[in-house]
């Protein structure tokens, strides 16, 4: 189990624009992702090696399309991890060219002037609302966030001493390969330095719009696996 495949798929669809009726210029899940010039966007600093880690499968079952892979490692990490069973459904179509990436910026930034206004811009233009926000935020009770990539995080923390994949990078929480509601509990708590609590995390307890599902999904673990599964897929 990979955590970073589980960013992947979420990047690789997390470019996705609803006014844009022309495919592929809306973006979304099309294993455009795969392309260096895509790759090389700010949001996307390693996930490189996240990709490589699917070239052997993609060489073994080439039939497959990139979109999907991306989407089915990402899906099979979260419940290798423990999580819900997300109902998933194949047969996306992968663009042929590097010209048909999408422009850089369609991926939210973890420290914008206001967070909820970035956040309400960015996963709206996705279709996405508050509940799918705050849910899908969920998923950084899995991975570590790294200086030398991102820019978030520290280089290394007593939850990160050891791998998989190379060690450090700084966590949402202490068991950052399960798949659990500890994110929220986390984030609401924020009183642990070693763990990360990035900006755009922090405003789920702020605003009150997105407080009444972390709140939520802080108490009810089954409640935050329903609406995860169906906001996931
Ligand atoms: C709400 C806006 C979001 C922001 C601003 C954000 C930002 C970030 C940042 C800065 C990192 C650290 C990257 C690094 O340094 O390697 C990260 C990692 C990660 N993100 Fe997000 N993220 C957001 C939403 C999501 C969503 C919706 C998902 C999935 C559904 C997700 C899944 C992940 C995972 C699994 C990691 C850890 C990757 C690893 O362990 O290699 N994030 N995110």
């Known amino acids: 189990m990979d955590t ?33 010039i895509e790759l090389k966007h700010a949001a996307n600093a390693g996930l490189v090696n996240a990709l490589k880690l699917l070239e052997p499968i993609k060489e073994k079952y080439p039939s497959v399309t990139y979109a999907d892979l991306f989407q089915l490692a990402g899906a099979t990490a ?22 048909e990436c999408p422009e850089e910026g369609r991926l939210p930034d973890a420290g914008p002037p206001s967070p909820a206004d970035h956040l309400w811009e960015v996963f709206y233009r996705m279709g996405l609302n508050d ?3 705050v849910a899908l935020s969920g998923a950084h009770t899995l991975g570590r966030s790294r200086p030398e990539r991102s820019g978030w995080g ?23 390969l399960k798949f659990d509601n500890s994110y929220f509990k986390d984030v609401k708590e924020w009183k642990d330095e070693d763990l990360l609590v990035l900006p755009t995390d922090g405003v789920l307890f702020e605003d009150p719009s997105f407080k009444v599902y972390a709140e939520k999904y802080a108490e009810d673990q089954e409640a935050f696996f329903k609406d995860y599964a169906e906001a996931h897929a």
Not at 20 to 36: D, Y
Not at 88 to 97: C, I, N, W
Request: aromatic share 10%; no cysteine.
């Open 131 to 133: 509940k799918e926000i």
């Open 4 to 36: 970073s495949q589980v960013r992947l798929g979420w990047h690789d669809s997390g470019t996705y624009n609803k006014n844009i009726e022309e495919w592929p210029k809306r973006g979304g899940a099309n294993g455009s992702l795969r392309f260096e």
């Open 154 to 176: 520290k280089p290394e923390t007593k939850y990160t001493k050891e791998g998989p994949g190379a060690p450090g990078g700084q966590s949402w929480t202490m068991q950052w």
């Open 78 to 99: 979260i419940e290798e991890a423990g999580g819900p069973k997300i109902p998933m459904k194949y047969g996306r179509v992968d663009v042929s060219k590097p010209e």
